[in-house]
């Protein structure tokens, strides 16, 4: 039976190879689910009769187009953009936006694949879609990042809406995008809806949207260390990136009173072997939201050790939360977490850990959570700001922040219904994909083969 399986994934992923050649990180996302959800079809006849993952991992729809725009020297400039709307059976598309040079139509179609997958598992209304577009927010300034926004919502304009797809920020997409964008929106359509989210709160955006990936995260490492009898407080935590994710990682961090000792960008990391309290993160704020300065500032301004073009798994720890970009963390990278003792991972990121590295995690008894489920509270609250917007109310932080954390805790339940073993161990990544996959695949079956 094992073998039959094994033979069942390998002919699917060859098939998978065929049709999307040249797409490593779509083929990463794919085998992922397939090892985990194959296996289960096998034994619900009804999917594989009706092709269910067969037809979920080819998009429904992919829009690229050209984004012209000037620079502020007169220069004339084109990036290329794209909107993949991947799966709309439980709700509209929904997925962010993601402005980095390193944006392909592979890495979007694996962004795509996942969110559907993680939309699903917060029992919120919303398929999977992703977008954006290979310029680089970084050296330029705030009149071309907002002429590039509206060069690129000029076209994306004529595919989204609030009932059809809702794009929100993502890697190089916060705040200031997120309103070049809505603006450019409103003055094509003559329409103030809920059409992005990640919207200022001023004009629409709910409460807690930028703080709540990085909350989300650690209500579901809460809830992992739950299992095993142990809590966030007094653990060392290690963290990658400084961006949004990681800035309200380290915040919630701090509140579960556990000790956050370091942030990365690019160019290296920092290690504070004292801990980012709460006076140093309003530092690494400041840095990377209004100075966009780098990362080894803080060295110079607080006395600690920087690590130049090296990443922060090196260091000791308890706790480990990869929450910068895709495949940072490699298999020498996760032997490294283990031998210096720690004890669980839980992605911050879309896809941070290679597949070597998550079965060196695996094989060596690490808690380990894929991003599906647990950084799945950033479009869980952008699915709360749809809400908000449909009703024309807001929501104070409280209420917000309390519904993000019974949906992380759903979440969590619904990867031990399906991943939990006759010994009581939780495989999160089985748990995730299977149950992720249940509520799309039962929504295709009773809307026929469309």
């Not at 949207?209 to 490492?221: H, K, S």
């Not at 290690?271 to 690494?284: F, M, Q, R, S, V």
């Not at 600690?304 to 939360?321: H, S, T, V």
């Not at 019974?406 to 495989?427: F, L, P, R, T, V």
Request: glycine share 10%; hydrophobic share 40%; net charge negative.
């Amino acid at each position: 039976m094992i073998i039959a399986k094994r033979s069942a994934i390998d002919k699917f992923m060859q098939m998978v190879e065929r049709r999307n050649q040249a797409q490593p990180e779509f083929y990463q996302a794919v085998y992922e689910v397939a090892q985990a959800v194959i296996p289960f079809i096998e034994e619900h006849p009804e999917y594989k009769k009706a092709a269910i993952l067969e037809r979920m991992i080819e998009a429904e729809r992919i829009i690229i187009f050209r984004v012209p725009w000037m620079d502020d020297e007169g220069n004339y400039r084109v990036n290329r953009g794209y909107r993949v709307q991947m799966n709309n059976a439980i709700g509209p598309y929904k997925g962010g936006l993601r402005f980095h040079p390193d944006v392909t139509l592979s890495v979007l179609k694996f962004l795509a694949f996942e969110q559907v997958f993680k939309n699903s598992l917060t029992s919120l209304p919303m398929g999977g879609g992703k977008g954006g577009a290979d310029f680089d927010p970084k050296g330029k300034s705030d009149n071309e990042v907002m002429r590039f926004c509206q060069s690129f919502m000029t076209e994306l304009f004529h595919h989204i809406g609030k009932d059809t797809d809702i794009p929100a920020g993502d890697v190089g997409v916060g705040t200031r995008e997120i309103g070049y964008l809505f603006g450019q929106f409103k003055r094509l359509s003559n329409e103030f809806n809920g059409v992005l989210t990640g919207k200022g709160y001023a004009y629409g955006g709910s409460l807690i949207r930028p703080e709540a990936t990085g909350y989300g995260l650690l209500f579901f490492v809460e809830e992992m260390l739950k299992t095993k009898g142990l809590l966030v407080e007094g653990k060392k935590v290690v963290i990658s990136g400084s961006g949004n994710v990681a800035q309200y990682a380290i915040e919630k961090t701090l509140a579960f009173g556990g000790i956050p000792l370091t942030a990365s960008d690019s160019d290296g990391f920092i290690y504070d072997p004292k801990g980012i309290d709460t006076n140093k993160l309003a530092y690494i704020m400041d840095l990377k939201n209004q100075r966009r300065g780098r990362i080894k500032e803080y060295a110079e301004a607080f006395g600690c050790e920087y690590f130049e073009g090296e990443k922060p798994w090196m260091i000791p720890c308890d706790i480990a939360l990869p929450c910068a970009i895709q495949n940072e963390l490699n298999e020498e990278d996760a032997f490294t977490l283990v031998n210096n003792g720690c004890r669980l991972v839980a992605e911050g990121a879309n896809m941070p850990c290679t597949p070597e590295a998550i079965s060196a995690f695996q094989k060596n008894g690490i808690l380990y959570a894929p991003g599906k489920a647990s950084n799945a509270g950033g479009v869980a609250v952008s699915g709360l700001e749809m809400s908000q917007n449909s009703i024309r109310m807001y929501w104070t932080k409280e209420e917000v922040e309390g519904r993000l954390r019974i949906i992380m805790q759903s979440i969590h339940e619904q990867c031990i219904h399906y991943g939990k073993n006759k010994e009581g161990d939780i495989d999160y990544v089985k748990g995730a994909n299977i149950a992720g996959f249940v509520r799309v695949a039962d929504a295709m079956l009773a809307e026929g083969h469309v």
